[in-house]
C-alpha cells in the first residue's frame, strides 16, 4: 500500500494496462487502493530465478513447469 512495490508476476489471470483497483486481502481491514497497471509483459517460469519460482508454485499450486506468466508493473494512487 506504500507504492514500495512496482511489480508482481501472475499466472492465469487476465490482467490489461489501465486503472485498476488493488485489494489487500492480508490487511487488517481489507484495504483497496486506486492506482493503475503501467504494463503487462509475458514471461516463463523457468526464466525465473529460484525465490520467484518459489513463491509462485506455493501460491499457484496447480501451475505447470511450462507456465505462461504476466509481469505486471503498476502504481498505486491513494488508500481509501
Given amino acids: 500500500m506504500s507504492g514500495e512495490?512496482?511489480?508482481t508476476i501472475?499466472?492465469?489471470e487476465p490482467v490489461a494496462a489501465g486503472p485498476a483497483t488493488f485489494i489487500f486481502e492480508g490487511?487488517?481491514?481489507f484495504a483497496h487502493?486506486?492506482?493503475e497497471i503501467i504494463s503487462v509483459e509475458q514471461t516463463r517460469l523457468q526464466d525465473l530465478d529460484a525465490e520467484h519460482e518459489g513463491g509462485?508454485?506455493?501460491h499457484y499450486p496447480l501451475m505447470p513447469e511450462?507456465?505462461?506468466l504476466s509481469r505486471v508493473s503498476?502504481?498505486?494512487h491513494a488508500a481509501r
Fill in 74 to 76: 503498476f502504481r498505486v
Fill in 66 to 68: 511450462v507456465a505462461q
Fill in 5 to 7: 512495490k512496482t511489480t
Fill in 33 to 35: 487502493v486506486e492506482g
Fill in 27 to 29: 490487511h487488517p481491514e
Fill in 56 to 58: 509462485l508454485k506455493a
Fill in 10 to 12: 501472475r499466472w492465469d
